[in-house]
C-alpha cells in the first residue's frame, strides 16, 4: 500500500537557508586582511558588490555571522538515532552558525602512511586548543571508500582519541573505521563494473570516482548544518588532467554539491615541502623552497587549488606547517558574512553561472566566496541518472541530509507486516505548476541487508504529487508523509532508506538498524 498526506514534520532549526533552486543564490564570504590574516568585521551589504556573469546583483538577504572565542563548551550536537521505539531521523545534529563545523579528511587512498602521520598530528594539534568550541568530524578515506571515524561533536577529548589511534595504526590505517556504520550493501557499482569488464587503467577510475565521490558524500551530509563549513582535505593531490578526460560530470557535480551545502575545502599537502628526499614534514621551515621542476612522486597538485578556490576555501601546498591550514579553516567558518540574492536570468539550462564578490571601500583584503553556481532547470532527471544518484546513496557510509527525514517502524496487528512511515520536511520536494495544479515526483529507495550486508530485499516506489495550491502551500510549510507496507526479513540486519527529488536531484538517506528493534514484528 502506498500513500501520501500531508503531515506535520519536525521543527527546523530557525535559520534562515537559501536554495540555488528556489531561485535564491547563497554566497558566504570571508573578508581578511592581507597583510595581518585578521578577519575584517562590521562590513555591512553596503560594504559588497555581488556580480553574476559580471553584472551586478541586489542583495535581498544579508547578516554576519561570528562565534566567540574560547566559548562555552555546547551540547554535543548528536542526539540518539532512537528518538522513541521505533523512530529515526537522518536530522541529529543541533547547533546554530555560533558553533564553527570543520570536517577533517584524512586520505590514505591518495597518500602514503607517513603523511596520514603527520595529517593527523597536525588536525589534533588545532583540536587540542580548544580555541573555539566547534563540531568536529573526522573521516578516513582508503582504496574502498570513505569510512567515517568520528562523527560531529564538540567533545574534543573524544575526537583527538580517534586521531591518536590512526597515528598508531601503522600500515593497518586502511582498516580504520571499518565497523557496522561503515558496512555498506554488495551492491554492483559503476567502477566494479568497469574493472569487471577488462577496461583500461580501472584503477585509476577507482581512485578519482572514490576520491570526488568521498568529497561529494561528505559535502551532502554537512548539507543540513547551519553556516559556513569548512571540508580540511589532507592528501598529496590527484591529476586534474586525469578527472577532466575521465569523470568531468562528477567533477562539475561535486562542485555543486558542495557549493550548495555552502561547504569550503582547506586543501592541504600532506606531504609538506616537496624538495630533497628525507627532508621530513615534523621539521616546519619557511626558508626552503619548492624547487623549479620537482614535482611529487605520489601525484599532482592541481585538484587541490581547484576544488579549495571553487568552494572560497584555501588550499595550502609546499608548507611543513600543516597545522596552520587546519587553523585558517576553523577561523573562517568563525567569521564570514551571508550574501544572497535572486536570479533573474531566467536561463534555467543546466549551465555553469560565474559569480564575482567585491569590497570595494576597503583595500588590501583577501575576499573568499563560492565561484559559480548551476543554473538547474527546473525538468525532472532522466530516469538512469536517479537510479544512479539513489544507488550511490544506498552504498555510501554517510547519510545525505540534502533532504531531512523521519521514519517510524511499527507493527501491523495481525499481519507479519510492518508499517513504514516517513515524514520529509518541509520544502523537501520541488513543486511545479501545471495546468493549474502543482506536481511534484520523487523516488524511495528501500534495502535490507543481512550481518554479512548481503541484500535481502530491496525496491524503489516512484511517487507522483498532484495538489491544488492551497494543500501545495500547506504541503511546503508542513511537511508531507509517505507510507508503506513492507515484511521485514527475520535475518535482515539494516534498513537503508534513500529518497531522491527528480528535479533538482536532493538526496536524503536514512540508515536504521534492525537487531533488537522490539517495536518491529518479525
Same mark, same amino acid.
Given at each position: ?35 595581518s590574516g585578521a578577519a575584517v568585521r562590521g562590513l555591512t551589504a553596503a560594504d559588497f558588490v555581488l556580480l553574476e556573469a559580471g553584472k551586478p546583483q541586489r542583495i535581498e538577504f544579508f547578516s554576519a ?9 555546547? *551540547?554535543? @550536537?548528536?542526539?540518539? &538515532?532512537? $528518538?522513541?521505539? +521505533?523512530?529515526? =531521523? ?5 547547533? %546554530? /552558525? ?69 597515528? *598508531?595504526? @601503522?600500515?593497518?590505517? &586502511?582498516? $580504520?573505521?571499518? +565497523?557496522?556504520? =561503515? ?5 554492483? %557499482? /559503476? ?69 550548495? *551545502? ?9 606531504? +609538506? ?28 597538485t592541481e585538484v587541490m587549488g581547484a576544488i579549495s578556490e571553487s568552494t572560497g576555501g584555501l588550499s595550502f601546498i609546499n608548507s611543513n606547517n600543516l597545522a596552520k591550514g587546519v587553523q585558517e579553516a576553523l577561523a573562517d567558518s568563525r567569521t564570514f558574512y551571508r550574501l544572497a540574492y535572486r536570479a ?9 553561472? *560565474? ?168
Amino acid at each position: 500500500m502506498l500513500l501520501i498526506a500531508l503531515a506535520a514534520a519536525p521543527a527546523a532549526p530557525q535559520t534562515a537557508s537559501f536554495r540555488v533552486d528556489t531561485r535564491v543564490v547563497e554566497v558566504p564570504v570571508v573578508v581578511r586582511d592581507r597583510r595581518s590574516g585578521a578577519a575584517v568585521r562590521g562590513l555591512t551589504a553596503a560594504d559588497f558588490v555581488l556580480l553574476e556573469a559580471g553584472k551586478p546583483q541586489r542583495i535581498e538577504f544579508f547578516s554576519a555571522h561570528q562565534s566567540p572565542i574560547r566559548q562555552e563548551r555546547s *551540547a554535543d @550536537g548528536q542526539a540518539d &538515532e532512537r $528518538l522513541a521505539t +521505533g523512530i529515526f =531521523s537522518n536530522r541529529r545534529y543541533v547547533g %546554530t /552558525e555560533a558553533t564553527p563545523v570543520v570536517a577533517v579528511l584524512i586520505d590514505g587512498y591518495n597518500a602514503r602512511y607517513e603523511d596520514q602521520y603527520y595529517a593527523a598530528k597536525a588536525a589534533m594539534e588545532v583540536i587540542e586548543r580548544k580555541e573555539v568550541a566547534a563540531q568536529w568530524g573526522v573521516y578516513f578515506l582508503g582504496r574502498f571508500g570513505v569510512r567515517v571515524l568520528h562523527d560531529y561533536s564538540t567533545d574534543t577529548e573524544s575526537v583527538v582519541s580517534r586521531l591518536r589511534s590512526l597515528r *598508531a595504526a @601503522g600500515n593497518s590505517a &586502511e582498516g $580504520l573505521g571499518a +565497523g557496522p556504520e =561503515s558496512v555498506a550493501p554488495s551492491l554492483s %557499482t /559503476e567502477i566494479e563494473r568497469k574493472a569487471s569488464n577488462g577496461a583500461g587503467q580501472a584503477e585509476e577510475y577507482r581512485r578519482l570516482v572514490t576520491t570526488l565521490s568521498a568529497i561529494r558524500d561528505i559535502g551532502r551530509h554537512l548539507s543540513a548544518l547551519p553556516g559556513r563549513k569548512s571540508l580540511v582535505w589532507l592528501t598529496t593531490g590527484i591529476s586534474l588532467r586525469a578527472v577532466v578526460q575521465v569523470v568531468p560530470h562528477l567533477w562539475h557535480q561535486t562542485l555543486d554539491t558542495l557549493n550548495d *551545502a555552502n561547504v569550503a575545502v582547506y586543501s592541504i599537502d600532506s606531504q +609538506g615541502v616537496r624538495t630533497a628526499a628525507g627532508f621530513l614534514a615534523e621539521t616546519p621551515t619557511r626558508d626552503l623552497q619548492l624547487r623549479p621542476g620537482r614535482g611529487s612522486p605520489m601525484g599532482p597538485t592541481e585538484v587541490m587549488g581547484a576544488i579549495s578556490e571553487s568552494t572560497g576555501g584555501l588550499s595550502f601546498i609546499n608548507s611543513n606547517n600543516l597545522a596552520k591550514g587546519v587553523q585558517e579553516a576553523l577561523a573562517d567558518s568563525r567569521t564570514f558574512y551571508r550574501l544572497a540574492y535572486r536570479a533573474t536570468h531566467g536561463k534555467w539550462d543546466g549551465r555553469q553561472v *560565474a559569480l564575482e564578490v567585491k569590497v570595494p571601500g576597503r583595500r588590501g583584503v583577501d575576499v573568499r566566496y563560492r565561484r559559480s553556481y548551476v543554473a538547474r532547470p527546473l525538468a525532472p532527471m532522466a530516469q538512469p541518472a536517479r537510479d544512479r544518484l539513489l544507488a550511490d546513496a544506498i552504498v555510501s557510509p554517510l547519510e545525505a541530509v540534502e533532504v531531512g527525514i523521519t521514519a517510524r517502524l511499527s507493527p501491523v496487528e495481525g499481519s507479519e507486516e510492518s508499517m513504514l512511515r516517513l515524514t520529509l520536511d518541509p520544502g523537501s520536494v520541488t513543486l511545479s505548476e501545471e495546468a493549474g495544479q502543482y506536481r511534484g515526483r520523487f523516488d524511495v529507495r528501500c534495502v535490507q541487508t543481512s550481518a554479512e550486508s548481503k541484500v535481502l530485499d530491496d525496491f524503489t516506489d516512484e511517487v507522483n504529487l498532484n495538489l491544488k495550491p492551497a494543500d501545495a502551500e500547506r504541503t511546503h510549510g508542513e511537511g508531507f508523509n509517505y507510507q508503506r507496507k513492507l515484511r521485514i526479513r527475520h535475518e535482515s540486519r539494516v534498513l537503508k532508506i534513500a529518497f531522491c527529488d527528480h528535479v533538482t536531484g536532493r538526496l536524503g538517506t536514512l540508515r536504521i538498524e534492525l537487531h533488537g528493534l522490539n517495536a518491529i514484528a518479525r
